[in-house]
């Protein structure tokens, strides 16, 4: 089941380098200078793949989780309105 996952990490890899090298043509700071300056700034793919070696464990790797937290807030804030 890791292969599977790594393959995913690796394609993943992939589509995020595709487009970093979109974003990073048109995407600039009121400065001039570029969003991102390197590539590892946009997609860490070191902390992917420890991510799927170390199957999943911690909640601080997970992509998602401070946006999950906020959504759960947000609706909390509305219930009690």
């Given at each position: 089941?890791k292969a599977v996952n790594?393959?995913?990490?690796?394609?993943m890899?992939?589509?995020?380098?595709?487009?970093f090298?979109?974003?990073q043509?048109r995407?600039?700071?009121?400065s001039g200078?570029?969003?991102?300056?390197?590539f590892?700034?946009?997609?860490?793919?070191?902390?992917?793949?420890?991510?799927?070696m170390?199957?999943?464990?911690?909640?601080e790797?997970?992509k998602f989780a401070?946006?999950?937290?906020f959504?759960?807030?947000?609706?909390?804030k509305k219930?009690?309105n």
């Open positions: 089941m790594l393959k995913t990490v690796d394609r890899y992939e589509i995020h380098l595709s487009a090298k979109n974003f043509v995407a600039r700071k009121k200078r570029p969003v991102y300056r390197n590892d700034k946009f997609y860490n793919y070191r902390r992917e793949v420890d991510r799927v170390n199957g999943n464990k911690a909640e790797n997970d401070d946006l999950r937290r959504v759960s807030q947000q609706a909390k219930e009690g």
